[in-house]
């Protein structure tokens, strides 16, 4: 039982944060995130100590935590998915969803920009798309990673990034010509 709680705090000192930041991009409210987050280290810790296998941890907290984002989008099937990812009521900014600027240089500030542009375009992307972009370049998971967590072949997973991220080049495109036209 001691090298069980051990795994667990490590597990939850290690990836709480990623976790939690993976649920912000997917929930508009920054409170449900962080209430999910929570549920899913509940609900990890409950299955192990009733003696389930965790053989990762990684996969094993976003496998739970994805199925609680999605138990949620059910239980508020009345609003559309598209006003739950980017509604007129999300408080949040871009920035909270990035990691923090240690460096203070032009170029630094530059890719911050970018990686602005690309956050607030990723939430336009179709829900699994973005899913697998911001498991995939957000969190660092591999693609194998990322199958055992959506339950998807590695080759399923490395088709949706790439198409997902042609998308995003589209819309990143249309958004800079829509700023080149209203200059």
Not at 24 to 45: G, H, I, N, Y
Request: charged share 40%.
């Amino acid at each position: 039982m001691r090298d069980l709680q051990k795994d667990f705090e490590a597990a939850f000192e290690a990836y709480n944060d990623e976790l939690f930041r993976h649920a912000s991009m997917r929930l508009p409210d920054r409170e449900k995130a962080l209430e999910l987050t929570q549920e899913c280290f509940m609900k990890v810790w409950e299955y192990a100590q009733k003696g389930g296998e965790v053989r990762e941890w990684r996969p094993f907290l976003y496998r739970t935590l994805r199925h609680l984002i999605i138990d949620e989008y059910r239980r508020k099937k009345s609003v559309s998915l598209e006003a739950m990812v980017g509604g007129e009521d999300d408080t949040r900014s871009v920035e909270d969803l990035l990691p923090p600027d240690e460096s203070n240089t032009l170029e630094a500030a530059i890719e911050r920009f970018d990686g602005k542009r690309a956050m607030a375009a990723l939430k336009e992307l179709p829900d699994g798309y973005r899913e697998a972009i911001s498991l995939r370049y957000v969190e660092g998971l591999s693609p194998k990673e990322i199958g055992d967590i959506v339950g998807e072949k590695e080759n399923a997973v490395s088709v949706r990034i790439h198409r997902g991220l042609k998308k995003l080049k589209e819309l990143l495109e249309s958004h800079v010509s829509k700023d080149d036209y209203a200059a």
